[in-house]
Each structure stands twice: as structure tokens, then as C-alpha cells.
Nanobody, 119 residues
Framework: QVQLAESGGGLVQPGGSLTLSCAAS????????MGWFRQAPGKEREIVAT???????????YYADSVKGRFTISRDNAKNTVYLQMNSLKPEDTAVYYC?????????WGQGTQVTVSS
């Protein structure tokens, strides 16, 4: 059974930092495009960042324009875990953040973790 377990959300002041973790079980995360999405109240779910294994030893990453330069997605293959380091957080980053694993027509989602940026 596939599970994506997010953790690390919480309340942080503007300008602060948080690191989200997504521990995958039941699948090899290196065989999937792993990503973070978020959904704010009253808005559609949107992509934040993705990471996938390249043909070489590195990884391809993608970032939404709204988070580029502030967020960093990374992975620990030994732990089958993907991370999202979020710096310089803004109130507009407030949302439920979801971990996603995708491959061809297969799509798995985590249960989500709340991130609130407020003073």
C-alpha cells in the first residue's frame, strides 16, 4: 500500500522558514516525479515544486515562479523522503501543502500539512 506522509507544517511569522518532509512507503520515490502542491482557502490546488531523477547522477527540479529563489526541493533516496525547504515565507504562502508522486497515469497524494504564515 502506497503512503505519502507529510510533516513539518505549522505557524511561522513572515520572513521565517519551515521545512516540510514527505516520507514515501510502498513505492520507490526515485521512479516517480515527486512534487509539492498547495491549496489555499477558496483557491485551486497549484504546483509548487517537483523533482525527478535525471539520466545522470543528478535530479531535475521545477519551481513555480511564486516560490523560485525562496523554496528548495530535495530528496534523500536512502530514506525515500522528499523535502521542501521554505525560506522568506510570505502570508500568501499560507495553504495546505500536499506531497505528490506521479508516474505516467499513476498519481498518489498525501493527506496534506497546514502552513500558516502570520504575525
Amino acid at each position: 500500500q502506497v503512503q505519502l506522509a507529510e510533516s513539518g507544517g505549522g505557524l511561522v511569522q513572515p520572513g521565517g522558514s519551515l521545512t516540510l518532509s514527505c516520507a514515501a512507503s510502498g513505492l520507490a520515490s526515485t521512479s516517480y516525479v515527486m512534487g509539492w502542491f498547495r491549496q489555499a482557502p477558496g483557491k485551486e490546488r497549484e504546483i509548487v515544486a517537483t523533482i525527478q531523477r535525471s539520466d545522470w547522477s543528478g535530479s531535475f527540479t521545477y519551481y513555480a515562479d511564486s516560490v523560485k529563489g525562496r523554496f528548495t526541493i530535495s530528496r534523500d533516496n536512502a530514506k525515500n523522503t522528499v523535502y521542501l525547504q521554505m525560506n522568506s515565507l510570505k502570508p500568501e504562502d499560507t495553504a495546505v501543502y500536499y506531497c505528490n508522486a506521479a508516474r505516467q497515469l499513476i498519481n498518489y497524494w498525501g493527506q496534506g500539512t497546514q502552513v500558516t504564515v502570520s504575525s
